[in-house]
């Protein structure tokens, strides 16, 4: 299957600063990316999709302003969280859309882990 | 999306077959099930997707009924790595909702 990169794997921060997740599709071009958050033993809840050159769409009770969404090139889209608080904390993960002819297929990043103190 | 239906838990023995199920009774015509796995700690894995027909990869097969109203995702022979919650997914990409969502899974325990 495709490659899907993420950075950092993991990082923990300070309450009020601000935090930067970037995703890579390493072996395909993909204009749409889309960032998960996952809670410890709950499922993946999208957050929003990423389209390369255009702005990001949102899921309802998603902050855009919080989670700031950059999808600057084919393979590259950033998560940024700003000012970051304790609830904040979870696993985000990203994934990358490939086009097949037989229906579109979906790879995921290996996921980020912020901890926010 | 069609919302998916699917048992919270389940086990198989090593070595045996694993047959998850999965409900899709509201399935549209043109939406594709997919089948994806995430083991503790990392991010999903893509393992099969079809539409109306059975599929087979290296990984899984995916038997899908005739009304499309259920699927069955079959690990044929199931190893301790399979352990990880399983989410059956319907969704169409270019579609009104280009994207997946995220069911609650069944978590698959595979006994030695």
């Known amino acids: 299957g495709a490659v899907v990169s993420q950075h950092p794997s993991r990082v923990i921060c300070k309450s009020g600063t601000s935090v930067k997740i970037e995703c890579r599709s390493l072996?395909?071009?993909?204009?749409?990316m889309f960032w998960y958050r996952q809670f410890p033993k709950q499922s993946l809840m999208l957050m929003a999709t990423s389209n390369e050159g255009s702005k990001a769409t949102y899921e309802q009770g998603v902050e855009k302003d919080k989670f700031l969404i950059n999808h600057a090139s084919l393979t590259l889209s950033t998560l940024t969280v700003t000012s970051a608080h304790p609830e904040d904390s979870s696993f985000y993960i990203c994934?990358?859309?490939?086009?097949?002819?037989?229906?579109?297929?979906?790879?995921f990043g290996p996921g980020t882990r912020l901890t926010v103190l | 999306d069609a919302k998916t239906t699917q048992p919270p838990s389940m086990d198989c023995a090593e070595g045996r077959a694993a047959n998850l199920p999965c409900n899709h009774s509201t399935i549209s015509g043109n939406e594709y099930v997919y089948w994806y796995r995430q083991i503790h700690s990392q991010g999903p894995q893509y393992i099969i997707h079809?539409?109306?027909n059975n599929e087979t990869n290296e990984m899984a097969s995916l038997i899908i009924t005739e009304d499309r109203k259920s699927s069955t995702l079959i690990l044929p022979h199931a190893t301790l790595r399979d352990t990880a919650v399983y989410y059956c997914i319907a969704g169409n990409y270019g579609g009104a909702t280009n994207k997946l969502i995220f069911g609650t899974g069944t978590l698959l325990a595979v006994q030695p």
């Open positions: 994934s990358a859309l490939r086009h097949s002819g037989k229906g579109n297929e979906q790879f």
């Open positions: 079809g539409l109306k």
């Open positions: 072996d395909f071009q993909a204009t749409t």
